[in-house]
């Protein structure tokens, strides 16, 4: 195959192009404005920004990337770099897919809130109303003998798993790959990630699991979302995507968003990490998104394009409502976006506390809290991002959001850090 290279004035004009569909795909009228005006961009800044991703590519360490940053409603900086997949060198574009993973999550949580919002769920629920082998789970207590061996105890629930729990990650599900102790090793025993099931199938799986700890006691990360996705689809009468996409996807336009890619002809547009780059953790590989698939995990599982993932971003910095038509109201964004594991709730946090020591979690995001040490970042920042390497943030007092595409397991972490410290920066943040 040949790659698709371009020149400097053909470039200039695809990227037009792109800002032009960017803006008019994830345009809208917003909810209400900041109470003050939004600081705007430095265009040095903005090429600082620029030349961080290049020499990501140019060193190696990433095939290539997409990043988008808007503001009041349109795109200040839009920017392809490097190549989709080493292997065939077709060059980064704005209609390349890519592996979601955990930025699944929003979109499973947006959904269920929808539901809540009818009337047809309750945050207070709980989940054996609607998973009834949920009602029998236990919870893994682990004793060391003299011997220093550990055993397993399993002692019963002090109350029972509520859907909130399900959206703050405080259920005491957990991943396989989190902690060597006893619990955690039995869910990756039980090959969760690997398997190809039904959403019901799977959560019939997990409820002969033991939890990793009482429920609503400590925000711990993990299968909490794909569960609610299977609530989702109880709930609904419909798979968790037949739910999602006819009352979120299609009416938003995030018309590449599923959780496999269907058309072969689109091949060449998924993004590849680089070859060494494929381990998400030392038992599970990056996944193939050509594989039709029986699972829908509601929390690891989608792929998408950048443009369809700024319309769900976008939808939520107008305070649920995009293009005319409302999916949530401001009331049920403002509770999702607000710190639902404060010291209040005296919930502890797992010692692999993702969002950081200056953010709290939602429903479904981590949210910003504190003002982290030598910076200005907002507080009521909310985010989250995939294992792939995606991530995405609103900052809803600078009227703006950012999304950044890319596929590397290993160097997610340490570019996330960086790149977000750039784009504060030229803000003057």
Known sequence: MTPWRIDGAERRFIVAAALALL????????????STA????????????????RNEVATGRISGAI????????????????????????????DTIFRLYSMSKPITSVAAMMLVEEGKLALDDPVSKYIPAFADMKVGVEKRGEDGKATLGLVPLDRPITIEDL???????????????TVPKLYAEADLFNGDRTNAEFAERIAKLPLVEQPGTRWDYGHSTDVLGRVIEVVSGQTLYRFEKERLLDPLGMSE???YVADPAKRPRIAEPMPDDRAISSSVMIRDPMQARKSESGGAGMVGTIGDYARFAQMLLNGGTLDGRRYLTPETIALMTRDHIGPETRIARNQAYFPGATSGFGLGFAVRTAVPPNTSWPLGEYRWDGVAGTFFFVDPADDMFAIFMVQTPSQRGRIQLALKTLIYQAMGR
């Open 257 to 259: 968003t599923a959780f």
């Open 23 to 34: 803006v008019g795909a994830a345009g809208g009228v917003r909810a209400e404005s900041p």
């Open 38 to 53: 939004p600081r705007s961009f430095s265009a040095a800044g903005l090429g600082r920004v620029g030349d961080y991703i």
């Open 67 to 94: 990043l988008l940053i808007q503001q009041q409603g349109k795109p200040v900086y839009f920017e392809n770099f490097g190549v989709r997949d080493v292997a065939t060198e077709y060059s980064m574009s704005a």
């Open 167 to 181: 959206l703050r990650h405080t259920s005491g599900l957990t991943y396989g790959f989190l902690g060597d102790s």
